[in-house]
């Protein structure tokens, strides 16, 4: 193995990319392969009294529809299992995936789908996080009890703690407040969602996924095809670009119904303007800091308030409020700390992972806080952060010990790079001890 | 309506059934099976279903297949000769000038072509000629280097 270090070593993959004879799903190309689009909520709440398909069953290469009433097995999924596969009672954003048109092409489809008739009742929306968590705000969707993600049996904030910030702010000198946010993002993949699902010769559903995470996601399939996983070769390794947006199923689900119901090959692919519109994003986050501080630029308290938009269903959100939390205060030592998380629901797309997932949405406005922090005492940010940076033996919020630091080390080369003189009280600093 | 279009494809010549509103990616992809070239936007935004019709870098998304009756149109399956790989696709190999690959083909038929105009680039007239070609992974410094190396005669046919 150790003959590799250090060495540029080509890519396993890489002749077949710059030949052009990588197959991405869309390759796949199938001989009577079906083509499937999905039937989307135009408002944004709404139940669902019934879809009518009468008039877009006579297109000329239409084969037939799919409705929740076609699933075998699970009719919800997605990571926290709370999202309809097809909605046929309610709908909680504009987009969800209400039913499919199977047919030859997607000309066809898209006929079709400007001929299917939804009768849907429009309900007031909430769209605003801090709107969604007032007292009667209507709900995002039914049986709800409130717009709050609950952790638990009445446990709507994920609280960490380490210390008592209430005794941490008392020995400070100064208190800083910051109030910090970070705005929606769409992964954008090159290769936007999609599927191909068939049976092969053996009556196995062989699907081809562009999954980043094939075994969070087989066991979710199996449920909603009613399949044992034996019977399901979820074939992945080519990803065109997924950045955690793959983490969330988008296509494999809706592919394998269609081609359950009509026993042909299926394809089901998301246009970029499907993609950017109703795929997973990453999420707003909002987050209200107060900091307890000592002359001398010790930080004695730090006291966080966060809120997550999920959008409509959970997804990998309320994950990512703990995620978050643990990594909101940086990689600071701080004997006192407390993060309040809210993770809320509102009628828009879900968000769910990306990149970093979460990790920079708190890190980003702790070294806002932190600059913040540095211009009220006076003290210049290298030094404060080199004061504060964990040593080996520091506890970080929830609870872990740290090991290995090297927080102080990454600064000391980062100035370097950048040209800027240390002073040599900083520079005498280690990692290794305080 | 369905028309008979004629072609020369990657040296050779093909005949297709086609529509008047069918695309140049639709007809490759979906009726000739060749998939180097991908459907990224479908909308001429980001440059990976790039092809060379007469040695001009065209969108195929939004080349109405029709148009390109009698012409000459090479895809990244063409770009090497008798199954060796072409300069360009040697240096992106070993530049690593990709992660997941997907905008890989349109990238080096850009390429191709901004090397057949101008056979030493600089590095500004590089980045502009392939600014229409979007990598989301973000291998944009490799692209660059692996274009430099094949214009400083590094890679050899």
């Keep these: 193995?150790?003959?590799?270090?250090?060495?540029?070593?080509?890519?396993?993959?890489?002749?077949?990319?710059?030949?052009?004879?990588?197959?991405?799903?869309?390759?796949?190309?199938?001989?009577?392969?079906?083509?499937?689009?999905?039937?989307?909520?135009?408002?944004?709440?709404?139940?669902?009294?019934?879809?009518?398909?009468?008039?877009?069953?006579?297109?000329?290469?239409?084969?037939?529809?799919?409705?929740?009433?076609?699933?075998?097995?699970?009719?919800?999924?997605?990571?926290?299992?709370?999202?309809?596969?097809?909605?046929?009672?309610?709908?909680?954003?504009?987009?969800?995936?209400?039913?499919?048109?199977?047919?030859?092409?997607?000309?066809?489809?898209?006929?079709?789908?400007?001929?299917?008739?939804?009768?849907?009742?429009e309900q007031e929306p909430v769209f605003d996080m801090f709107e969604a968590m007032k007292p009667g705000a209507p709900l995002v969707r039914p049986n709800l009890k409130s717009n709050l993600w609950e952790y638990g049996p009445d446990m709507t904030t994920r609280v960490m703690y380490l210390g008592d910030v209430e005794k941490g702010f008392a020995e400070a000198d100064y208190i800083v407040e910051g109030r910090y946010q970070t705005g929606e993002q769409d992964h954008a993949a090159m290769e936007p969602m999609v599927s191909v699902a068939y049976f092969d010769e053996a009556d196995r559903l062989v699907i081809h996924t562009h999954s980043q995470c094939l075994y969070f996601q087989l066991g979710q399939l199996a449920g909603i095809f009613n399949l044992p996983m034996s019977r399901i070769r979820y074939k992945g390794g080519v990803v065109g670009g997924g950045f955690g947006g793959k983490n969330h199923i988008h296509a494999d689900h809706l592919a394998g119904l269609a081609a359950i119901k009509f026993k042909r090959p299926v394809k089901y692919r998301m246009s970029r303007r499907e993609d950017l519109l109703y795929s997973t994003k990453r999420g707003v986050f909002i987050l209200e800091y107060k900091t307890g501080v000592k002359k001398d630029g010790r930080l004695t308290a730090n006291h966080i308030k966060l809120w997550h938009d999920a959008g409509a269903y959970g997804g990998f959100s309320p994950y990512g409020?703990?995620?978050?939390?643990?990594?909101?205060?940086?990689?600071?030592?701080?004997?006192?700390?407390?993060?309040?998380?809210?993770?809320?629901?509102?009628?828009?797309?879900?968000?769910?992972?990306?990149?970093?997932?979460?990790?920079?949405?708190?890190?980003?406005?702790?070294?806002?806080?932190?600059?913040?922090?540095?211009?009220?005492?006076?003290?210049?940010?290298?030094?404060?952060?080199?004061?504060?940076?964990?040593?080996?033996?520091?506890?970080?919020?929830?609870?872990?010990?740290?090991?290995?630091?090297?927080?102080?080390?990454?600064?000391?080369?980062?100035?370097?790079?950048?040209?800027?003189?240390?002073?040599?009280?900083?520079?005498?600093?280690?990692?290794?001890?305080? | 309506m369905k028309q008979i279009l004629s072609f020369t494809l990657n040296g050779s010549p093909v005949d297709v059934v086609v529509t008047p509103t069918e695309t140049l990616l639709d007809v490759l992809r979906e009726k000739l099976g060749v998939t180097g070239p991908k459907r990224g936007c479908d909308d001429g935004d980001c440059g990976a279903c790039t092809v060379l019709l007469d040695g001009e870098p065209v969108r195929s998304c939004l080349t109405i297949a029709l148009t390109v009756n009698g012409r000459d149109v090479l895809t990244v399956e063409g770009l090497g000769v008798n199954g060796d790989l072409h300069p360009l696709q040697k240096a992106f190999h070993e530049h690593g000038a990709f992660q997941c690959g997907f905008c890989t083909p349109g990238m080096l038929m850009s390429a191709k072509a901004l090397l057949d105009h101008n056979p030493n680039p600089s590095r500004t007239e590089i980045r502009e000629y392939m600014s229409g070609n979007l990598c989301r992974c973000g291998s944009y410094e490799e692209v660059i280097e692996a274009i430099q190396a094949v214009a400083a005669g590094e890679y050899k046919e």
């Design chain 1, 1 to 121: 193995m150790t003959e590799y270090v250090g060495k540029a070593m080509p890519r396993y993959d890489g002749i077949g990319q710059v030949k052009g004879q990588t197959k991405f799903v869309d390759d796949f190309i199938l001989p009577g392969m079906l083509y499937a689009k999905a039937v989307r909520s135009p408002v944004h709440k709404g139940v669902i009294h019934g879809v009518d398909f009468t008039a877009a069953a006579r297109v000329p290469g239409v084969i037939g529809f799919v409705t929740a009433d076609d699933i075998p097995g699970a009719r919800l999924f997605g990571a926290c299992g709370d999202q309809p596969v097809l909605a046929d009672q309610y709908t909680a954003y504009k987009g969800e995936d209400i039913a499919l048109v199977v047919a030859a092409d997607e000309d066809a489809c898209a006929e079709a789908l400007e001929k299917v008739k939804l009768d849907i009742e």
């Design chain 1, 321 to 434: 409020v703990e995620k978050c939390s643990m990594f909101a205060s940086g990689p600071y030592h701080i004997p006192n700390t407390r993060v309040d998380g809210q993770c809320v629901l509102t009628n828009k797309a879900g968000s769910s992972s990306m990149r970093g997932f979460t990790i920079m949405n708190g890190q980003f406005p702790m070294e806002m806080q932190m600059a913040k922090i540095a211009t009220e005492l006076g003290m210049d940010q290298w030094e404060l952060r080199f004061i504060n940076a964990w040593r080996d033996g520091d506890m970080g919020v929830s609870r872990y010990v740290v090991r290995g630091a090297g927080a102080l080390e990454a600064m000391t080369e980062a100035a370097k790079l950048a040209g800027i003189e240390l002073p040599d009280r900083l520079l005498a600093m280690s990692s290794r001890g305080r």
